[in-house]
């Protein structure tokens, strides 16, 4: 009885670390998902409906490098979270 409580308290404790983690927890925040989730989706659909019908990939793998940079530069942790220009 003791290892399984003791399986159970460290599985626990497990949960709470991860759930501590601040991109877990920026990710579970209901702000965060007209501001992350759900351009990530959008682009990401747009990405998989698209990617066949470009006759070059590189174009599109050249715009996605460029967004990702101007994203990593133009950020800014303000009082609501996480913003990109």
């Not at 670390?17 to 990710?27: K, W």
Request: glycine share 8%.
């Amino acid at each position: 009885m003791s290892l399984c409580n003791n399986l159970w308290g460290f599985l626990n404790l497990a949960w709470l670390n991860f759930l501590a983690l601040p991109f877990v927890n920026y990710l579970d925040n209901k702000l965060s998902l007209e501001g992350a989730i759900l351009p990530f989706l959008i682009s990401l659909t747009l990405i998989i409906l698209f990617w066949r019908q470009v006759k070059d990939q590189r174009i599109i793998l050249g715009f996605l490098l460029f967004a990702v940079t101007m994203g990593l530069f133009t950020q800014y942790w303000g009082i609501t979270g996480l913003h990109l220009f």
